[in-house]
Structure formats: C-alpha cells, structure tokens
C-alpha cells in the first residue's frame, strides 16, 4: 500500500482555507479564553463578532516559567531611548533628569576607624542634551549597586558616577547620598549619654568638566534672643519682676565645599565646628541639673539669626580643608509667628540669585 505525505508545500485553495477557518472557529467557540490565547490570541479576532477588536483575548495567567531571552528582550519597546522626532515641548538641553530617593543601606567610616551601616537615600542625575530624547533611568541605580558593599566616601563615589556618567553617554553628572548620622553627646552636667542624630548629605557633582565635592549637614541648636534677654533683665532689675527671656528650637544648614589635596574632612569634624561656633546644641539626655546647665550655657550664647551665621562662618573660613561654602540659619521664633532666617554665602559654589521659595520650610527638625 502506498502512503502519499499531505503535500505542504502546495498553494492552499480559497476553499480549503474556508474550510480551515471553520473547523478554527468551530474550536475557538467552544474552547475557553484561555486555550485560545495560549494557541495564538489573534485567533479571537477570527470570532463572529470579533472580527474589528483592536485586540486579542489576552491571558489572564501569570506566566511562572517565562523568560525573557535575549531576542525577546531585542523586541521590547524602548520610548526613552527614542529618535530626536519623539521629543515633546522644547528642544532644549536638561541640566537635571534622573532619580531621588531611592534607599539602600550603606557602610560609612567613622572618625575613630570604626564602620557604621545608615539607610541612605540616593539621588543621582544627569545632564541630557537637547537632540536626546531621555535616559535610561535604571542604569543608574544599577550603576550604583555595583558599589553599593563598599564602605563608602568621596573616593567610592567618584567611581559610580563615572561609571552611570559612562553609560549614559553624559557629559555632566550627579550624585547625592543622604542619611542620619549618629553620635553619642554627653550630657551637660549629669554624666549622662544618649544618641544625637544629625542630617548629612554627600554630594559629588561634575559640571563642564569639573567636579566637586561638597559636604551638608543641618545643625538644631537653641537660640536664646539677646534683646528678649536685656529686656528680662531690665524688668528684674528695675522692678522685681520675673520675666523669662525667649528661646527657640533652630536650624543651621552648613553645605561645604571640600577641597582636594587635603586632609580628610570627617562628620565629626563638621559637627565641632557647628559646636564650637554656637554651643547651645539641643540635648539628648536631660536631668535637672542639665536643663539648668542649659539655661545658662543659653545666658551665656544669646544669638541673633545674623550671630548665628557670621559664626558659623568664622569656624568654616578658619578651616583649610573647606573652600567655598554657605550657612542657611532659621530661628523659628517662640515670640513671633514667623521665623527669622539669615544665608551667608561664600565664593560662587553656592551662590544663588533666586531662593527656592520652600527653602526655609526645609529646615525643620524632624526627630
């Protein structure tokens, strides 16, 4: 007996394709939504009634053992890293497109060679020319996750912005880590110890070829108001009266420069120089004997807002290892229902015409 092999090859006649179509759609009208869409989910365009839908069934299944192969993944849109035609709105250059605030735990060193894990916000952004239509924004959180076990300092960052800047084909560059800092403060007078935790920013920017590093830390302090103090005193003096002078919870934002070539500007550098400038730092541990201390360390350093930042400059210019720099003051007032604020800004680092106008709202102490 001789077989014949169905001949594939051949022309199908209009015929034999409507019968094909039919026996198809006799299947598809019993088969489950599913089914079809596993077969092919064009078919459900070949539905009576199905014939103008802009789409298929699609499946309603998780596929637990797909994989994106590397041809699968070739064939996935890409709209950010589209032609000049995509752009919207201007053709214009962007100085600032990429991420904020994306966390991860980071080790930093300490003063005293010891090593200390903070959670850490990380915002890293680069410059897009105008004929560029956008970035790939996960490069540079994967750029950043090939450093992310070192222990870090300006030296590590360097290296991850390099590298985010490489591939991303990027002229300028940016990256900041944020955290919590913390240290052990002692008490004024008790012998007492507890936990003061202090905002720090790192900041490695890079800018027509230059880069910088630049280093900010919020400083919360008392300020007691000199005037409201003279005037307490006048009343006791001149009439026996008791009368309390003003103090207020304050803010100070020292952002630095740190020039190359020097020695290492640690945390707990910075934090004595705010120290130093203005001792009536806020207090962790407190029993009676420190919250009288405190009150007269506070009779001891009155200081207006302008006080505050000429100080804060004094220990900043007196240090060699700092070059530009500027100091954001906020005396958020307990007489007043304002706050008073001061900046102080030195070299062209952070000098600005225009302010942010939430910059102040910023320097609040969340504990």
């Known amino acids: 007996m001789n077989l014949h092999q169905p001949d594939f090859e051949r022309d199908l006649t209009r015929a034999e394709a409507e019968d094909a179509l039919a026996t198809l759609r006799r299947w598809a009208t019993r088969a489950s939504p599913e089914e079809v869409a596993d077969l092919d989910p064009a078919i459900a365009r070949l539905l009576p009634g199905r014939e103008l839908s802009n789409y298929p069934d699609l499946s309603r299944s998780y596929p637990e053992g797909f994989q994106a192969d590397a041809c699968y993944r070739a064939t996935l849109p890409d709209l950010q ?65 090939l450093y992310a076990e070192e222990t ?26 944020r955290f919590r800092y913390p240290l052990r403060v002692a008490s004024l007078r008790s012998g ?7 905002d720090i920013a790192l900041e490695l920017v890079e800018t027509g070829g230059v880069r910088k590093k630049l280093f900010h830390l919020d400083y919360v302090y008392s300020s007691t108001c000199p005037c409201s103090l003279e005037l307490s005193e006048h009343a006791r ?12 919870r304050s803010v100070a934002r020292l952002s630095v420069e740190v020039l190359p070539g020097q020695a290492r500007l640690w945390f707990e550098d910075l934090i004595e120089m705010a120290r130093r400038a203005v001792p009536t730092e806020t207090q962790v541990m407190v029993k009676r004997e420190d919250e009288q201390a405190f009150g007269e360390l506070n009779a001891a350093h009155p200081v207006f807002v302008e006080d505050a930042a000429r100080l804060f400059a004094a220990e900043l210019l007196a240090d060699p290892r700092i070059g530009d720099f500027r100091v954001i003051a906020s005396h958020q007032e307990s007489l007043h229902s304002h706050d008073a604020v001061s900046i102080l800004v030195e070299g062209e680092t952070f000098a600005a015409q225009s302010l942010d106008p939430r910059l102040f709202g910023t320097l609040i102490h969340v504990p």
């Open 152 to 177: 870090f300092s300006f030296d590590v960052m360097e290296r991850a912005l390099d590298r985010y800047k490489a591939d991303l084909a990027s002229c300028d560059a940016r990256l900041q880590m």
């Open 192 to 198: 007492l110890s507890g936990w003061q935790y202090y």
């Open 237 to 248: 003096q001149m009439r026996g009266q008791l009368a309390v002078p003003h103090a207020q």
């Open 81 to 145: 890293n589209g032609p000049e035609s995509l752009i919207r709105g201007a053709r214009a250059p962007i100085q600032h497109v990429g991420i904020s605030g994306f966390r991860l735990p980071v080790r930093f060193r300490t003063r005293d060679d010891g090593e200390v894990t903070l959670e850490t916000a990380v915002t890293g952004t680069v410059s897009l020319e105008a004929g560029k239509k956008g970035i790939n924004m996960s490069r540079l959180m994967r750029s950043f996750y």
